[in-house]
């Protein structure tokens, strides 16, 4: 189960990683923001939860 705070990527092979800031479990999604300081275009966004892989503390 997806929490705020926990750290996914996107599908099971994405290669960046993003956080959990908010969850609408009526909608189905959450919001991300990326991990990376210095990404481009840094900024919170929606996405499904069943679109998301949740990573284990130690990745």
Do not use: C, N, Q, W
Request: proline content about 5%.
């Amino acid at each position: 189960m997806i929490e705020i705070g926990d750290k996914v990527r996107i599908g099971e092979s994405g290669g960046s990683v993003f956080v959990v800031r908010a969850i609408d479990p009526d909608e189905g999604r959450a919001v991300l923001e990326s991990t990376d300081e210095h990404a481009a275009g840094r900024y919170p966004f929606s996405m499904p939860l069943g679109a998301l892989t949740r990573l284990d503390a130690e990745d």
